[in-house]
């Protein structure tokens, strides 16, 4: 991702990939539908006795930092660079409270909470650097359709990830991130096509093999076509 949430790094990108192929593996497991419905379950942190509270943590680190790029985005209120930086620390901390802390197979109802009002932040700022680029930039957007998706908006996320696979058709990774909005959502003959289109134009991506098993879980199955 050029000026976002991976900062050029490969592997960033795939984390953030494959968070979302965790959270919608949960979707298709469970058959419901809504980022409330992810994480209902009782906060059964080993640390009960602890005086230490990991969200209010994560809360305060994430709101200095982000603090501080506002003050340097509000010194530059056009620089699209400084902007993005904000949504970049946004979605950092939402990705933070999304992710399970170290033993534990999901997240508290607490982080969980506190996530969504993160991703709903990070959204806006999204929202609000893209009104100041004057260029069209793939990975900036795919970021907003993520944050988007996380704020329990998959129609929008939906139209942000389309309006990247129409201006960017080779970027791989929308197609991906918009056949994850679809499955999420029951739209499985369009989650298909948008499966099918990655796997041609990544057939080896770390996400591959979790798309072709979503396209034999949907009925169909991974394109042959080599990419162009």
Known sequence: MALNKARTSVWMKAFIIFLIIAF????????????????????????????????????QRGQATVDALKSLAASQPTSYTAQVKVANAYFDWAQELSTPATGQSQITTAAMTAAVDVWA??????????????????????DHSI??????????????????????????PAWLNLGLFYDSTGASVQAVIAYQKYLVLDPKGNAATYATNRLKALGSSAPTTKTP
């Open 147 to 172: 944050a988007t998706f996380y704020s329990n908006d998959a129609t929008s996320a939906i139209k942000l990830a389309r309006e990247v696979t129409v201006k960017k058709p080779d970027f791989a």
């Open 24 to 59: 919608v593996s949960v979707f298709m497991a469970s058959g419901v539908f809504g980022i409330f419905q992810l994480f209902q379950t009782s906060d059964t942190s080993s640390s009960a006795t602890s005086t230490v509270d990991p969200v209010a943590t994560i809360n």
């Open 121 to 142: 932040q990070a959204r806006a700022a999204y929202d609000q650097a893209v009104k100041l680029n004057k260029t069209f930039d793939p990975s900036v957007q795919t």
